[in-house]
């Protein structure tokens, strides 16, 4: 097999507050999925994340509960890191931007970057809060929306359009800080003058040409994400500044830039490779061979609403600083909203990881799949409670579950869980020994095309598959008259539910290892998945349910706690 080495990203997480279920659908399910299947199939990974610990907003929530942004971003590290681990989330690392060694290598890039001339420095007229002493950036100024004239809006974005705005915009514009109309004052800041790398940029993006070769191929990019970029270029891309009034945040290594630090888009990103770095000292590893050789893919999984740091700003970064890798695909994912509304921090509307785990013990796979199941691929996509269950009752449990149970319990009870043997096979065992061995290329083919909704289907498509088999050769009828080939049925069927066990783990990785060890399977990967992976006389264990049912009154308890 073709060994390949892989760099895959998720968003760093804003170390503000907790998980919630939009955040999982969006970068960091799909992201497993994949990486499960890759480690599965033999290729070298590092599965990449961290706490994004700068910006305005964390030191604007710090002032706003009286503690200080270490505080904040320590508290909120530490629950998500926990979160995504007890999901199944399985990072190589999960870093943060608060640590020294992103401190150095953020300073180290920008350095780099300051020597090769990239940034031009611009002295401008800046919005400054007199009773605070302050420059306010971002966040720390809101007022009337320019477009759409709700108020409340930031000076880098209206929450109620979506527009992007500059605080310049922004209608009887007010200090968040002390509520004073800001004056203006002048500042200095390095901007990344974006529009000088449209010549690149463009055939990169829309034909996926680089340097002359061929560098990716642009047909396998989400229409969404070529869709964005195309209007960016298309728009003419601007300056933009890269460097902040700040006190939280990484220092700007030059002189002259005291009491600034780094933009967080500017530093968030180059986390990635701090966190690298750090995973590779830890693992006897080379950070550069998964950031500096043009052998490894490197993928981003984000939300839509990162496309352009991804694929404008950061790969501009990465090829003016030079040796670094661009990525080969950024499959950002739209929307998932909960019950028909917009997912909201602010209002609690939302279902925080940390406390589905703690409601639904043990049943972390049935979020798993049905958040892939209504993953926003192509568009905004909605999740409502009544759908989970749905989903559990009627697939999981109902479909997968079902046929695992009949497998094993029939396997216990005729044989005392010895495996038989597969005796003489009729024109139809031989049609489902074929259609299963298709099964791990067909679900792998539309991981790798980033479908991981096309997937799901599949891997349930087999399990259906072997409760169609059960019912139409009926061994618990042929049993007292047909031995040898009630065996045979059974022997086959183990394989099916030996495959299924191999090829759900990437999506329910809980229930494959509960599946496993009731099959007794050891040393089992994906490439011998689709063939017969159990021998004759193989001892199995007894059955333990997979799936749980979900009552109604669970699901009422859930509605309900929404509504508070
Ligand atoms: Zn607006």
Redesign the pocket.
């Known amino acids: 097999m073709n060994k390949k080495r892989y760099t895959v990203t998720s968003a760093l997480l804003y170390a503000n507050g907790p998980l919630h279920i939009g955040h999982i659908s969006g970068a960091y399910l799909p992201a497993d999925i994949y990486v499960r299947y890759l480690k599965g199939k033999g290729h070298d990974v590092a599965f990449i994340c961290g706490s994004d610990e700068h910006g305005a907003a964390i030191t604007l929530q710090a002032k706003k509960d009286g503690v200080t942004p270490k505080q904040i971003v320590d508290k909120y590290h530490k629950i998500n890191e926990k979160a995504f681990e007890d999901f199944g989330i399985n990072f190589s690392i999960y870093h943060r931007t608060s640590d020294e060694l992103h401190h150095e290598t953020a300073q180290d890039f920008f350095k780099t970057l300051e020597d090769k001339n990239v940034f031009t420095k611009k002295t401008a007229e800046q919005f400054y809060d007199e009773e605070n002493n302050q420059f306010l950036a971002d966040r720390y100024i809101s007022g009337e929306?320019p477009?759409?004239n709700?108020g409340g809006?930031y000076g880098d974005q209206?929450e109620?359009?979506g527009?992007a705005l500059s605080p310049e915009e922004l209608i009887n514009p007010k200090s968040t800080l002390s509520g004073n109309t800001p004056i203006k004052k002048e500042t200095t800041h390095w901007y990344l003058p974006m529009q000088n790398h449209e010549n690149w940029l463009k055939p990169w993006i829309e034909e996926g040409v680089l340097g002359g070769g061929q560098h990716h191929n642009p047909k396998e990019w989400r229409s969404q994400v070529l869709g964005q970029c195309k209007s960016w270029i298309d728009g003419g891309l601007k300056a933009r500044a890269m460097t902040r009034d700040l006190d939280w945040g990484v220092k700007v290594p030059v002189k002259d830039a005291n009491g600034k630090v780094l933009y967080v888009w500017l530093d968030a990103p180059i986390g990635y490779i701090s966190a690298t770095k750090q995973w590779a000292a830890d693992n006897g590893k080379n950070w550069e061979d998964y950031w500096k050789n043009e052998n490894t893919e490197l993928i981003h999984f984000i939300g839509k609403d990162n496309i352009v740091f991804h694929c404008i700003m950061f790969p501009i970064i990465l090829k003016e600083h030079g040796e670094y890798i661009l990525p080969s695909n950024v499959p950002a994912n739209a929307f998932l909203n909960l019950e028909g509304e917009k997912l909201s921090t602010s209002r609690n509307w939302a279902i925080w990881l940390h406390e589905y785990l703690e409601d639904f013990k043990g049943q972390e796979d049935a979020l798993r799949y049905a958040l892939c199941a209504t993953a926003p691929e192509s568009k905004d996509t909605d999740f409502t409670w009544k759908d989970f269950q749905a989903r559990n009752n009627n697939e999981l449990v109902a479909i997968f579950g079902n046929f695992i149970n009949r497998v094993v319990v029939l396997t216990n009870k005729y044989w005392r869980g010895v495996v038989p043997a597969c005796n003489t096979l009729e024109d139809y065992d031989k049609g489902v020994l074929e259609k299963l061995k298709s099964f791990p290329e067909k679900i792998g083919a539309s991981i790798e095309k980033y479908r991981f909704r096309e997937a799901l289907g599949e891997l349930m498509n087999l399990a259906r598959l072997g409760n169609k088999y059960l019912a139409d050769t009926e061994p618990w009828k042929l049993k007292k008259t047909d031995e040898a080939r009630t065996e045979t049925i059974m022997n086959i069927s183990m394989q099916i539910a030996a495959s299924l066990a191999v090829l759900s783990e990437p999506f329910m990785p809980f229930s494959s290892d509960k599946l496993k060890g009731i099959l007794a399977l050891n040393n089992v990967s994906w490439n011998d998945a689709g063939g017969i992976i159990i021998s004759d006389n193989h001892k199995i264990n007894s059955a333990t349910h997979l799936f749980n049912k979900i009552e109604d009154d669970k699901i009422e308890e859930q509605l309900e706690k929404l509504k508070q």
């Open positions: 929306c477009r759409c709700a809006a209206c109620k359009c527009s």
